[in-house]
């Protein structure tokens, strides 16, 4: 089973500038509030490619839990732990090309894979009315696939009736499992999982647009010393 969320959405910012609200979104809390679900971010690798001057970059971050609350306690507690205070990793691949004016980026959860796989997959490019990527706005196209294999698994290796008495001895749901069958339990998994992410979307657009005036009113090297302190505060907490 898959399903596909589709958004559009624009910047009124410049491209150089959108490409660089990207990569510092989850920079700060203090400077995104919508990141605060954020726990870390580390940069994999990154590099120009000389043959076309693009540049890619791999970065991890470790995010509380992405799947929802009701999915969870859809769950068995064999494939959750019995608790949703989770965290997973989060694979972020992207390609800027500055010359032509576009930047593909993909999202994919690296946890809970077996239950949800959630694809994010964002084109920003210049509008085609205004091809130079000094045009003063940015488009950008969202498609988010999921895709939930756990009806699979419970099928494949357990079979339908051993399935509902597993998920019956381990969180008593036994009746709700045998009643949405393998099916039934994916569509439920893919179409929660899609709610919530809807919301998450327009989180994170504000985010993007709070970083992204935050560069217009003080320019990267504000955005920098502000990225600076609230990282000096937080030491300041942790180490009183």
């Known amino acids: 089973m898959v399903l596909t969320h589709t958004t559009k959405d624009s910047y009124s910012h410049p491209f150089p500038t959108v490409t660089l609200a990207f990569f510092l979104r989850y920079c700060s809390p203090q400077l995104n509030p919508f990141a605060s679900h954020v726990l870390s971010t580390d940069t994999i690798s990154s590099h120009v490619d000389p043959a076309t001057g693009r540049l890619h970059t791999t970065r991890i971050h470790l995010k509380k839990s992405r799947l929802p ?7 068995p507690t064999s494939l959750t732990g019995g608790t949703s205070d989770k965290a997973s990793y989060i694979l972020e691949t992207s390609v800027v090309d500055m010359r032509e004016g576009w930047m593909a980026t993909e999202s994919r959860n ?36 999921f895709r ?9 290796k357990l079979g339908q009736a051993q399935a509902q008495a597993e998920a019956a001895a381990n969180d008593g749901s036994g009746g709700f499992f045998a009643r949405l069958g393998a099916r039934g339990i994916q569509r439920s998994i893919e179409s929660l999982a899609s709610t919530k992410t809807q919301d998450q979307l327009g989180k994170s657009r504000e985010g993007m647009r709070i970083i992204l005036e935050r560069l217009r009113q003080t320019g990267i090297m504000g955005v920098l010393e502000l990225r600076k302190m609230a990282r000096e505060r937080s030491l300041d907490a942790a180490h009183p």
């Open 69 to 75: 609350p009701a999915v969870m306690k859809l769950l």
């Open 148 to 156: 939930s294999r756990l009806g699979d698994r419970i099928r494949d």
């Open 110 to 145: 690296l946890n809970y894979v077996g239950v949800l796989s959630v694809v994010e997959r964002q084109l920003y490019t210049v509008p085609a009315a205004r091809p130079s990527p000094a045009a003063d706005s940015t488009d950008v196209e969202t498609r988010v696939v």
